[in-house]
């Protein structure tokens, strides 16, 4: 069961990734995007992480994927990209393919010598739970969540000082 | 078969390099942000994954993280898009270098 829905999620992830970098239509590009997180979201309740996966869907596919389709239509620029300059020049694509392929080279070739590495093991009880991730998050990590809660802010007050007009700024 | 760790950790490299391709490729600023979550989002996959393998939630609560460094990413960057726009009418990246020139 695991292993029919791990291929089924992965599959179409990486179908979703693909594509998303291939539409030529940028809120196409965000539907195949949403769908993609969707399946991540499959593969994280897999991966015994239910309150992740939960977290993968609202925070994802509800805020920041409607935000992007929300900025595209705000933006009200041409639906399709120019078709001629959507991509890269030509000339470059040797050196944006080289890194990729190199990767997948070592990491084929890791594989080959160590061979795949299982789980192992059960998990503790209750592990995933909302429970579990609320006692680390506000014990053994609360130094982290306290920290990122001042990024969080001062996105707040980054995108407000970009989106307003600088004489408009209370500080000014 | 059966799906053991490597599995995954190949499933989010393949989605880490997918996303860095398209970053790399495309010329629309919006949908270069979108790669960028992309590939956030095979991070998470193995933070999740290694998680599993130790028994320990710590790497949950960092996907917790990741999220909102993802969420703050596409706040400044789509905030500095529409502002972009304002200004110069498009958000393709061949026309935004004045810099360069």
Not at chain 2, 12 to 21: D, I, P
Not at chain 2, 59 to 82: D, Q, S, T, Y
Request: proline share 3%; hydrophobic share 60%; glycine share 8%.
């Amino acid at each position: 069961m695991e292993t029919i829905l791990f291929w089924l999620c992965g599959a179409l992830m990486v179908l979703g990734g693909v594509m998303t970098v291939t539409q030529r239509s940028a809120v196409i590009s965000a539907v195949w995007l949403i769908f993609a997180f969707v399946c991540a979201a499959g593969i994280f309740a897999i991966l015994d992480a239910p309150f992740v996966a939960i977290m993968q869907v609202l925070v994802y596919v509800g805020a920041i994927m409607v935000l992007f389709l929300f900025v595209i239509m705000m933006l009200q620029g041409p639906v399709l990209d120019n078709e001629k300059r959507r991509l890269l020049k030509l000339p470059l694509w040797p050196a944006v393919a080289i890194p990729p392929v190199a990767v997948l080279v070592l990491v084929g070739g890791w594989i080959r010598r160590t061979g795949t590495r299982d789980f192992g093991g059960t998990v503790p009880e209750g592990f995933g739970q909302p429970a579990a991730v609320a006692e680390l998050l506000l014990g053994r990590y609360l130094l982290a969540f306290e920290l990122v809660s001042i990024v969080l802010l001062v996105a707040i007050v980054g995108a407000l000082a970009i989106g307003k007009e600088a004489r408009k700024l209370p500080w000014k | 078969m059966e799906v053991t760790l490597t599995h995954y950790l190949v499933l989010a490299t393949l989605l880490f390099l997918t996303g860095m391709t398209g970053f790399v490729v495309r010329r629309n600023a919006i949908v270069m942000l979108m790669c960028v979550e992309l590939m956030l989002c095979a991070v998470n996959i193995v933070f999740v994954a290694f998680s599993r393998l130790h028994g320990d939630g710590g790497g949950h609560v960092f996907v917790l993280m990741n999220f909102a460094v993802a969420a703050a990413e596409a706040a400044i960057g789509l905030a500095i898009l529409v502002e972009i726009f304002r200004r110069r009418r498009t958000v393709d990246v061949d026309d935004l270098k004045a810099l360069m020139e």
